[in-house]
């Protein structure tokens, strides 16, 4: 009975293989659809409502002033600082993450390997907020690296790298140093396995024949390893970058208290209200994605794909 | 996070507007459902999971059959959502949440007949506006502490009299100036603790209410947050954070609650608090009962045990808060008879309790709104 009742169902979708497909493809587009791209247009929509600053109420009527306002001297300042720290840690990610992704790719084997792996995943295995508190203690005036430094007689130098105008702070834990610190230790795994995987597909023999045609190692790097690898980088870079950005906890503990994206659009959606400002500044950094993707399409990063 | 936050907030908001009439108070209570959810802050509902000594929940449950389930929340704007979203039967609401949610229409009043205890409740709480509009009470008091200056005894040997000390730049009496050495709140509602100290500070203003700003004191209060950026290493938010910064970070002087302090203390740190002369801000939290919860019974048993002295008591100790219930100070173990005056207890008439600022207001007329405050606030932090 059951199996007659199957049959029938497979033979009337196969005599409409269209069926077949929407019934398969309906699910998935309506998530994407109305759960996915139906919020964000929701979230798109605020962002041209305006706050009524007299009764702290969203008027809702179509309006710019909230986008002019991001234009304001303060929240350009948050943007500015968002944007340079997450390039800064991307670029510092990708350079620690490609000898390493290098090492894994080419010369680890078996055990080693293994150990690769699991060396660059356990940091994701335990919990963000032990790993950001942690470093807080790592960093702090009184702690392991001041210390450190004062046993090998550094801390001139680390007092004249906290001295340094605006990145520097009255210790590691209170300044950007800190904040980049924490941010590139905490991405970089999203860096690595990405460049991994890219130099996983070059070819040796390409390398070998750059050799063999007279290349200087910096050449073969230039001209054959990195082009090969750069969609890789730029996959990685898009996760560092697009995860600063949005980052509001990090910013929080350690750090100078100036403020983040992430942590401005959850001081705006809360007891303040101000959900459409809040709103244009979530759009920022999709805005700021959108061109990153759209140069990283021009220089090439997607044909490998 | 964001997108679904905000979304979450609409759904709320416009549930929120589309509820109709004034509710009535319970006019007796029955048997108890069997059941009770509780929406709180971390560490308020303890059931001896963390601390044996610290239940003040299985008891309840074996003397009423409510099987009490506890939701912690982190904050007010998140209680807030949750209550609007339902399921909940209680709320520890503070003063920023309640008002909202009575103005949303998402708690029902109180009948104080049905709660045996109230009469015990600290009289300056009974009718505290935070949880009592037009003479209906929408809550019991739960607990209530201040916003104390906590700062490091080796610095100073004497508790430091004025706030000036986290506002100005001044050198400490250990001859080295605040710089650096201080924090402050990084919350925009720290603007009511700038205005506190100018209220004393420049009479001129007309300061009445640190809650309640014109224009004109707004921009005072503003200039000397202002300035008090170059003083602040990192603004405090998270209460270990700051235990640790006074530990590790060379912090000597702060803005603070009970708790850092009681922890600092019980870890043997030179660190004390005081209430200087200008006063200091505070909160207070009241238990509210939701529109439509489905244990009022329950609800109302609990509402009952939450002012009994022992809870309270224990509580108080645990939390580093002063009881709403004035007998909890007095041979509770936990607390010790000191308790209450080391959360203190005999400041209640220095502290302005936390509300949401809005444009209308008594004092002014029309004031600066809490969304402003937040933009400005992040303005000076980013400076």
Redesign the interface.
């Known amino acids: 009975m059951m199996a007659a009742r199957a049959g029938t169902v497979s033979d009337f979708f196969f005599r409409r293989p269209g069926l077949l497909t929407l019934a398969l493809l309906a699910p998935p587009l309506l998530w994407i659809g109305v759960v996915y791209v139906g919020s964000l247009f929701a979230l798109l929509l605020q962002s041209f409502y305006h706050l009524d600053d007299f009764s702290g109420l969203v008027v809702h009527e179509f309006t710019l002033s909230t986008y002019a306002q991001l234009a304001a001297p303060a929240n350009l300042a948050i943007i500015t600082r968002t944007v340079t720290m997450a390039a800064v840690v991307t670029i510092a990610a990708a350079i620690l993450a490609f000898p390493i992704a290098y090492y894994a790719a080419r010369y680890a084997k078996g055990p080693m390997k293994a150990l690769f792996y699991l060396a660059v995943m356990m940091p994701l295995w335990s919990s963000y907020l032990v790993k950001v508190y942690a470093w807080k203690l790592i960093l702090a005036k009184e702690g392991i690296l001041g210390w450190l430094a004062a046993q090998l007689h550094l801390t001139p130098a680390l007092n004249a790298l906290l001295a340094t105008p605006v990145i520097g702070g009255p210790s590691l834990s209170i300044s950007y140093i800190g904040t980049f610190l924490v941010f590139t230790y905490i991405w970089l795994p999203y860096m690595i396995l990405p460049i991994q995987a890219a130099l996983e597909r070059v070819p040796k023999t390409l390398i070998e024949a750059a050799a063999d045609l007279g290349a200087h190692p910096g050449q073969t790097f230039r001209t054959v390893l990195l082009p090969l690898a750069l969609p890789g980088v730029v996959a990685g870079s898009i996760f560092t970058f697009s995860l600063t950005l949005g980052d509001y906890i990090i910013p929080a503990i350690v750090g100078n208290s100036r403020p983040f994206i992430g942590q401005t659009v959850y001081a705006l959606q809360g007891t303040a209200g101000d959900i459409p400002l809040a709103a244009a500044f979530t759009v920022v950094p999709m805005a700021i994605m959108a061109v990153y993707l759209t140069i990283a399409k021009q220089l090439g990063a997607f044909d490998a794909l | 996070m964001?997108?679904?936050?905000?979304?979450a907030?609409?759904l709320a908001l416009s549930a929120a507007c589309s509820t109709g009439l004034a509710q009535e108070a319970k006019k007796e209570i029955g048997a108890g459902e069997g059941a009770l959810n509780i929406v709180a802050w971390p560490g308020y509902i303890e059931r001896g999971e963390t601390d044996k000594a610290y239940d003040w929940v299985t008891g309840f449950e074996k003397e009423t059959g409510c099987k009490v389930s506890v939701k912690t929340a982190a904050?007010?704007?998140e209680m807030v959502t949750l209550m609007n979203q339902g399921g909940f039967d209680l709320v520890t609401a503070s003063g920023?949440a309640s008002l909202r949610l009575i103005a949303g229409k998402k708690v029902q009043p109180i009948n104080i007949d049905l709660v045996p205890s109230w009469k015990t409740v600290d009289d300056r709480l009974k009718d505290a506006p935070w949880h009592t509009v037009d003479g209906v009470h929408y809550g019991t008091p739960y607990q209530w502490g201040p916003n104390v200056l906590a700062y490091n005894t080796t610095v100073f040997k004497d508790a430091p009299k004025s706030w000036s000390v986290v506002f100005e730049e001044q050198n400490l009496p250990d001859g080295k100036s605040n710089k650096?050495r201080v924090q402050a709140f990084?919350g925009?509602i720290y603007v009511a603790d700038a205005a506190l100290y100018l209220m004393k500070k420049k009479p001129e203003l007309g300061i009445k209410n640190p809650y309640e700003l014109n224009p004109t004191q707004y921009a005072a209060v503003m200039d000397l947050l202002k300035a008090q950026r170059a003083l602040?290493?990192?603004?405090w938010?998270?209460a270990?954070?700051q235990v640790?910064d006074f530990?590790?970070?060379?912090v000597v002087a702060s803005s603070s609650w009970p708790f850092q302090v009681n922890l600092l203390v019980a870890d043997k740190k030179p660190v004390a608090s005081t209430v200087p002369e200008e006063g200091a801000t505070g909160w207070a939290d009241t238990t509210m009962l939701h529109a439509s919860a489905e244990h009022p019974n329950c609800a109302y048993l609990w509402l009952n045990h939450s002012l009994d002295p022992k809870v309270q008591g224990d509580l108080a100790a645990w939390f580093g808060s002063v009881p709403s219930v004035p007998a909890a100070c007095k041979g509770n173990a936990l607390l010790t008879d000191a308790g209450c005056d080391t959360n203190g207890m005999a400041n209640f008439d220095k502290i302005w309790f936390w509300r949401?600022p809005?444009?209308k207001c008594e004092a002014e007329g029309?004031c600066v709104?809490?969304?402003?405050?937040?933009?400005d606030y992040?303005?000076v932090?980013?400076?």
């Open positions: 964001s997108t679904t936050r905000i979304l907030g609409l904050t007010s704007d920023d650096g990084d925009p602040v290493g990192r603004y938010h998270d270990m954070v640790d530990k590790n970070e060379g949401t809005t444009g029309a709104p809490y969304s402003q405050w937040t933009k992040l303005a932090m980013g400076q």
